[in-house]
């Protein structure tokens, strides 16, 4: 089962007494937002304010109530393990990796929030911020082009170069078009599908 990410940070909630598996999931995940709680009352009191990716929790030493997830969370999108130290200190080192894997999906925009628009924003955030420390201008015509070129091939690519269906599905006049594919040098490639004679 895989964790979601519902932020840029991966978040982890640990459940133990034991300070040399507290330490190892210290070190193992120094990039992550790790709560620590060493017991079932203050493991509850967090559980129930705040989102985790993940719950980790030690079995030994607690009663099954102790151990009683609330209702709020949803197995499909966090993370829940519960064992002995031994599984806890093999625990750490996966979810190293697991954060790791998570966080550069959020950074590529295959985190949770998946629209255009949030991927987008990600995109546009680290263009304009490499085009002002080299001191471009006029970022919204250069921005609009090189949003509209892929655009018009992907509708042109979907409707088989079919330039009518393009432009109904753009909403763009067929001749606006044909000038935007002229002006932006966007090969049009029409597939025509050959008729099989009747047998």
Known sequence: MAASVSSPSFTVL?????TDVQAQFKQA?????????????????????????????????????SLT?????DPSHTLIITGSRTVLKKTSKMLHLLAHTAGQASHHGKGRDTS??????????????GMR??????LHPILISAVERPLIASVLHETKGNQIQAASLLGLNRNTLRK????????VKRSRNKLRPAV
Do not use: C, W
Not at 69 to 73: C, E
């Open 29 to 65: 995940l120094r990039d992550v937002s790790l709560t620590i709680v060493r017991d079932p009352v203050a493991f509850q009191k967090e559980i129930a304010k705040h989102h985790f990716d993940a719950v980790v929790m030690e079995s030994r030493g607690m009663s099954e109530k």
């Open 133 to 138: 420390n080299g001191s471009a201008k006029n």
């Open 69 to 73: 997830l609330p209702v709020h969370i």
């Open 14 to 18: 640990l459940l133990t007494a034991d």
């Open 180 to 187: 935007k594919i002229a002006d932006l040098h966007i090969p």
């Open 116 to 129: 255009l628009e949030s991927y987008l924003e990600l995109k546009m955030g680290d263009f304009v911020r």
